[in-house]
């Protein structure tokens, strides 16, 4: 049986994870030159489904959000020895809702003890939305933060929009306001 917490269950721990993450993010954007990575920012309302999450179904994507998971360091070296194109096919497997440039919220779960399988072991899973899967064309080619609908931050990020705890993209909330009028 596995023991399932928030990733730290204190704040501090998820702004220190949080800022690693956009840090990683910001860093992706300079050296890929994509142009619409977006800043993150801890979503509770996915921490409600994270908190469910088992070994087993941490790797599934959901209706607003897809999966990645952290391995243990001696699980990160095994991966190593793997092939180039093997390794490629575990980043983006594991790495997918971190990597999405649109995903704007993220929310993660600690296993204790870890989950286990043939990859080696897995202590942190987390789920990050609203996109459910990852196609090249997402990325959007350019300087960092040159194509960001609200803006960016002093990194280069793209500044998402919040409403009640979730990420909401700028043309929904444009939407909702036109039907309120209109309607």
């Given at each position: 049986?596995?023991?399932?917490?928030?990733?730290?269950?204190?704040?501090?721990?998820?702004?220190?994870?949080?800022?690693?993450?956009?840090?990683?993010?910001?860093?992706?954007?300079?050296?890929?030159?994509?142009?619409?990575?977006?800043?993150?920012?801890?979503?509770?309302?996915?921490?409600?489904?994270?908190?469910?999450?088992?070994?087993?179904?941490?790797?599934?994507?959901?209706?607003?959000?897809?999966?990645?998971?952290?391995?243990?360091?001696?699980?990160?070296?095994?991966?190593?020895?793997?092939?180039?194109?093997?390794?490629?096919?575990?980043?983006?497997?594991?790495?997918?809702?971190?990597?999405?440039?649109?995903?704007?919220?993220?929310?993660?779960?600690?296993?204790?003890?870890?989950?286990?399988?043939?990859?080696?072991?897995?202590?942190?899973?987390?789920?990050?939305?609203?996109?459910?899967?990852?196609?090249?064309?997402?990325?959007?080619?350019?300087?960092?933060?040159?194509?960001?609908?609200?803006?960016?931050?002093?990194?280069?990020?793209?500044?998402?929009?919040?409403?009640?705890?979730?990420e909401k993209p700028f043309s929904y909330i444009l939407l909702m306001f036109f039907s309120m009028i209109f309607v």
């Open positions: 049986m596995c023991d399932m917490k928030a990733l730290g269950d204190e704040e501090s721990a998820k702004n220190s994870y949080l800022q690693s993450i956009n840090s990683a993010r910001q860093e992706w954007a300079n050296k890929f030159q994509i142009a619409n990575m977006h800043e993150m920012s801890y979503d509770y309302d996915l921490e409600k489904i994270a908190r469910k999450l088992t070994c087993s179904t941490m790797m599934r994507p959901g209706p607003n959000y897809m999966p990645a998971a952290f391995p243990t360091e001696q699980s990160q070296k095994l991966i190593l020895t793997l092939d180039l194109k093997k390794q490629e096919e575990a980043a983006v497997m594991l790495l997918g809702g971190i990597g999405h440039p649109e995903n704007s919220g993220i929310a993660c779960v600690m296993f204790d003890p870890p989950c286990s399988g043939t990859g080696g072991q897995v202590p942190i899973a987390c789920i990050a939305g609203p996109k459910t899967s990852l196609s090249s064309w997402d990325a959007k080619k350019g300087p960092p933060g040159s194509q960001c609908p609200n803006g960016k931050t002093n990194g280069g990020l793209c500044i998402s929009i919040k409403q009640n705890g979730s």
